[in-house]
């Protein structure tokens, strides 16, 4: 919780307001740690902004990058398939409440929105900062395979409400989807440091649903 209240204040300091910016950190908070989530929990936001700072060098807006990675999925609901729209718009809501320039919210707006299935050719002027955006949350696929088979698990909670004669299929559906594709990050950065672990990763998944 330190760390990100840390970076929360960090990409919030331009504001004045302390008791705002306060109270829309304790909102981020209270939704990252409600109980219906397992895997994508403050601990999760503070792993990919680790990755972040890791590739900051890459990064042509920090700013807007950081802000994103506090909303995104700060709306999870996983009886629902608008959670990203819903994130953008809260994303959109607070910045707006902080006064930051509309051009960082824009992009913080369309990060947020952004999901493993972008279109890659419809990436436009800060196509950089989204790809390695999504390689941050994706990063855990390529991660050794007790961490990876953890993250599994935690997903299968997050979704618990459905059978297993739903949810498997709808699991496996999405991995093969992944498992398909030529490059399964979309920096070569990343495809090159975990791509071949999260192919195996992905295809032992989808072995055990099977």
């Given amino acids: 919780m330190a760390y990100i209240q840390e970076k929360w204040n960090q990409l919030t300091g331009f504001s004045k307001n302390e008791t705002l910016r306060q109270e829309l950190f304790q909102q981020l908070a209270s939704r990252h740690t409600s109980p219906n989530r397992f895997y994508h929990t403050l601990q999760q936001v503070a792993n990919v902004f680790l990755?972040?700072?890791a590739n900051m060098a890459k990064i042509e807006n920090p700013m807007a990058v950081g802000l994103a990675i506090l909303y995104h999925r700060v709306v999870y609901d996983t009886f629902k398939d608008d959670n990203a729209q819903a994130s953008a718009q809260l994303a959109e809501v607070h910045l707006q409440l902080l006064k930051i320039k509309s051009t960082i919210t824009q992009k913080v707006t369309a990060l947020v929105s952004t999901g493993i299935d972008s279109n890659n050719g419809g990436l436009t002027d800060y196509e950089n900062d989204v790809k390695y955006f999504v390689d941050f949350d994706l990063a855990i696929l390529g991660a050794p395979w007790n961490e990876y088979e953890k993250y599994?698990?935690?997903i299968r909670k997050e979704f618990r409400q459905y059978p297993d004669d739903l949810y498997k299929p709808g699991r496996k559906n999405a991995l093969q989807k992944l498992h398909d594709k030529t490059n399964i990050y979309l920096t070569s950065h990343?495809?090159?440091?975990?791509?071949a672990q999260a192919r195996q990763n992905i295809f032992r998944e989808i072995q055990l649903l099977s």
């Fill in 51 to 53: 990755l972040c700072e």
């Fill in 152 to 154: 599994s698990l935690l």
């Fill in 190 to 195: 990343f495809q090159q440091q975990y791509g």
